[in-house]
């Protein structure tokens, strides 16, 4: 069956730096589109980054550019989200989600919180 599974979350002091991983399986990962969504505590999920099937083109929310990177891994069906500099509002649920057409799957969503 499709999973996504995200990992990578945890406490981090302003400032500092995670690397988040999404692990795919049960579905033909280079095809998909891969984006990453965070959801902050008592607000909507938003998008922040995606990344196409081939890894060559990147988009970013202004919130996050120059801050985050989003890459992927064809051959181990992961897409990572590099977050560096960050901020108390970066403080969300982070999910993965993979799209093709009117195909979409959704992973669990790790916690990230940002706090001295």
């Known amino acids: 069956q499709v999973q996504l599974v995200e990992s990578g979350g945890g406490l981090v002091q302003p400032g500092g730096s995670l690397r988040l991983s999404c692990a795919a399986s049960?579905?033909?990962?280079?095809?998909?589109?891969m984006s990453w969504y965070r959801q902050p505590p008592g607000k909507e999920r938003e998008l922040i980054a995606s990344?196409?099937?081939?890894?060559?083109?990147?988009t970013y929310a202004d919130s996050v550019k120059g801050r985050f990177t989003i890459s992927r891994d064809n051959a181990k069906n992961t897409v990572y989200l590099q977050m560096n500099s960050l901020k108390p509002e970066d403080t969300a649920v982070y999910y993965c989600?993979?799209?093709?057409?009117?195909?979409?799957?959704w992973g669990q969503g790790t916690q990230v919180t940002v706090s001295s």
């Open positions: 989600k993979a799209v093709m057409f009117r195909s979409a799957y």
């Open positions: 049960g579905f033909t990962f280079s095809t998909y589109t």
């Open positions: 990344i196409t099937s081939s890894g060559g083109t990147t």
